[in-house]
């Protein structure tokens, strides 16, 4: 593809619902990110693969959330229980090699805009 | 602890104006540090790194280790330089650390 795709683009949930939100990396990309980025915000970490791998999710603020990438290309954040505070812009990022160091750049989806009412 | 300071939410300045955008780190080790922008209706995309100390799109940022800043500079401002910018640090894990973004507005 393109680059790295998100769906959906937008996601209005009632408080209490789950909801899944989609990441395709660019094919061939090890590393996958994701971030979440409330309005006014800069994006924050929650959480990264190095293939099927979930190497640090020091950034999930509960145990409500929840990602997987189990054949190392397509990941799903999942969000169970949604509260108000979890409306936020939902970013996913993907890069080439196995460390972000040395010259490497990640290159980021459109994000999936989730409002909680 | 890993931290991103940019001071300023907002900067505004006219066509041709010089521009800085600010951007102060924490970190004990040697960082990696990045400017990322977000034009309008755009995705957020790299424009530049410390490592590499290229200039694009006219903008330059130099790492100053004793005074741990990394400020984006562009010494003729032009209209579509209007974005929002977003410095980032890479320590000694594999993920990104931003700041809190400046928009910058270029007025004709």
């Known amino acids: 593809g393109a680059g790295v795709s998100q769906s959906p683009r937008y996601k209005v949930a009632k408080r209490g619902q789950d909801v899944a939100l989609r990441c395709d990396p660019i094919?061939?990309?090890?590393?996958l990110f994701w971030y979440q980025q409330a309005l006014g915000q800069g994006p924050e970490f929650l959480t990264y693969?190095?293939?099927?791998?979930?190497?640090?999710k020091s950034g999930l603020p509960s145990d409500r959330f929840f990602a997987e990438r189990p054949e190392g290309s397509v990941s799903t954040l999942k969000i169970q229980r949604t509260q108000q505070e979890d409306s936020a812009v939902y970013l996913c990022?993907?890069?080439?090699?196995?460390?972000?160091?040395?010259?490497?750049?990640?290159?980021f989806g459109s994000g999936t805009q989730l409002s909680v009412l | 602890a890993q931290r991103v300071t940019q001071p300023e939410k907002l900067l505004s300045v006219f066509k041709g104006a010089p521009v800085e955008l600010k951007c102060n780190y924490s970190?004990?080790?040697?960082?990696?540090l990045f400017w990322y922008v977000q034009y309008s209706r755009q995705r957020l995309q790299l424009l530049l790194r410390?490592?590499s100390r290229e200039s694009i799109k006219g903008f330059t940022a130099d790492l100053n280790k004793g005074e741990t800043s990394f400020h984006l500079k562009k010494p003729f401002a032009q209209e579509e330089d209007s974005a929002m910018y977003y410095c980032?640090?890479?320590?000694?894990?594999?993920?990104?650390?931003f700041g809190t973004g400046t928009r910058l507005q270029v007025f004709p």
């Open positions: 410390h490592i």
């Open positions: 094919s061939g990309h090890v590393s």
């Open positions: 990022a993907s890069s080439a090699p196995l460390r972000l160091r040395n010259n490497e750049k990640l290159f």
């Open positions: 980032a640090l890479s320590g000694n894990t594999d993920k990104l650390i």
């Open positions: 693969f190095q293939n099927e791998a979930q190497l640090d």
């Open positions: 970190y004990s080790g040697s960082p990696e």
